[in-house]
């Protein structure tokens, strides 16, 4: 019973706006009573009089009336909160001022009690009432749960779609490995062919020339006899007289213009393997496509040097003194070769020997010159880069590997209408990998240069073997 008259007493006590323990209250014209600030902040944009928030009878503004005593039983409700209550409502209050929240912040999406609400930190805000605002972002929640329900499905079908993902893996490599040792062992029954079928010509040419040096052989048996009977003629002819040396000699001197035979010269065959589609098509490439590429000094960093027959090109520490032209690369040691290609099919090599760091491909020519990040294929630059003793080529298939020094000569073959840019080993005859992509504009040929001194070389077929 003591416990309800209590629970009473504290609801009486509690100001209807803020729903917290009366501060300061007044009470209004027609005699409900609030907290000053409450009164004061929800009626501040009324010009002469206002609703009263409980039974809407229309009171004067300015008209509110201290109620100390009130104050005073706020006070004693306020101190006979049971302890766990107290905790309980603590927990929501204003760590300010200790009151309860009565409005929201749609600005900063805070709590505020009417104190709060009046100061400076959140003036000119949206700021409503809690209820208000607690039906308004349920509304918002109920919006989002939809949206996240279905996100959750999409998310769960992706997620089965992409358990499966590794079956297709393992059958894709699976089916590569087995296209790959079929491949080879094709490859090697081509191979192991072409082996037995020069071997088989070597040992027929071996019998053949072994043959015809027994011939030579017995020619010279031969020959070794008949100067044996001459020289026996001749001590015969010696010991004869005048008349019967001179009546015979005539025979003689017919006789002895029997030519010598001559030494039989080996000279084997020089066999030629068919080698396989790739190296006889490269051959064709270069032989067909071969461009004369040469470095165009106008467009090369104040670092690079060029050579006087523009084939060569090396980082120097010390800045050229170099007119500043449009086109010249002024962030990265970049050159560009001429001539353009705005179409057509191209080859051309590169010597980069054993440099630490360089790339090189084609480029649109419009590539701008003042950039200082490396040029991908989204920016229009296309190329094979060594850089930390790895090579890369973003955007290529398949990631190229790491070559041997002896083998740093890269060919490189454009196919402009095709939209490929492919790179070749040129030591092995070996493909390193190509650009797939659809070009616009004339490509020029690019290098980067590192920042050793040894120089790359261009080259054109021959030059580089």
Not at 39 to 47: G, K
Not at 192 to 211: C, F, G, N, P, V
Not at 243 to 268: C, D, H, T
Not at 414 to 424: A, R
């Amino acid at each position: 019973m003591a416990a309800a008259a209590v629970a009473g007493l504290q609801a009486e006590a509690k100001c209807p706006i803020c729903l917290d323990y009366l501060r300061d209250p007044v009470t209004i014209g027609c005699g409900h009573n609030f907290c000053r600030a409450c009164v004061q902040q929800s009626y501040a944009d009324s010009q002469d009089d206002f609703p009263c928030p409980i039974c809407r009878f229309r009171c004067e503004m300015g008209h509110f009336r201290s109620n100390e005593q009130l104050g005073r039983i706020a006070d004693i409700a306020r101190r006979l909160q049971l302890p766990r209550s107290r905790k309980r409502q603590d927990a929501s209050l204003c760590e300010k001022h200790g009151r309860a929240p009565c409005f929201f912040c749609e600005e900063d999406l805070e709590l505020l009690c009417n104190l709060c609400a009046q100061g400076p930190d959140h003036r000119g805000h949206l700021a409503r009432p809690v209820a208000d605002a607690a039906a308004h972002h349920r509304r918002q929640l109920q919006g989002y749960l939809a949206s996240l329900r279905k996100g959750e499905e999409d998310l769960q079908r992706l997620m089965s779609i992409q358990n499966k993902k590794p079956l297709e893996l393992r059958e894709k490599v699976e089916n590569q490995r087995q296209a790959l040792s079929s491949e080879f062992e094709r490859l090697n029954q081509f191979l192991d062919r072409e082996q037995q079928a020069m071997l088989s010509r070597l040992d027929e040419e071996e019998k053949d020339i072994e043959q015809k040096l027994r011939e030579n052989v017995d020619a010279f048996s031969n020959y070794v006899s008949t100067l044996k009977s001459q020289l026996s003629r001749v001590v015969e002819l010696s010991e004869l007289s005048e008349v019967q040396m001179l009546s015979q000699i005539k025979g003689f001197y017919r006789s002895e213009n029997e030519a010598s035979p001559s030494i039989f010269s080996i000279r084997l065959r020089k066999e030629g393997c068919s080698f396989p589609p790739q190296y006889s098509a490269l051959q064709r490439i270069i032989d067909r496509f071969k461009a004369d590429v040469m470095l165009d000094p106008e467009t090369a960093h104040p670092n690079l040097i060029v050579s006087k027959d523009k084939k060569c090109v090396r980082f120097t520490k010390r800045k050229q003194k170099v007119r500043a032209l449009p086109r010249r690369f002024t962030a990265r040691p970049v050159v560009l070769g001429f001539p353009c290609f705005p179409s057509g099919r191209h080859f051309w090599e590169v010597e980069v020997g054993d440099k630490s760091e360089w790339a090189i491909g084609v480029c649109r020519d419009s590539l701008p010159t003042k950039a200082r990040r490396p040029a991908l294929p989204r920016q229009g630059c296309w190329a094979l880069q060594l850089q930390d003793s790895g090579y890369e080529a973003p955007g290529a298939a398949p990631a190229p590997a790491l070559l041997d020094v002896k083998d740093r000569v890269i060919g490189i073959f454009l196919d402009y209408e095709q939209g490929e840019i492919s790179f070749f080993d040129m030591a092995e005859k070996s493909h390193i990998c190509t650009f797939s992509d659809t070009f616009i504009g004339p490509l020029r040929p690019y290098f980067l240069v590192g920042p050793d001194s040894k120089p790359l070389r261009v080259c054109t077929g021959a030059d580089c073997e």
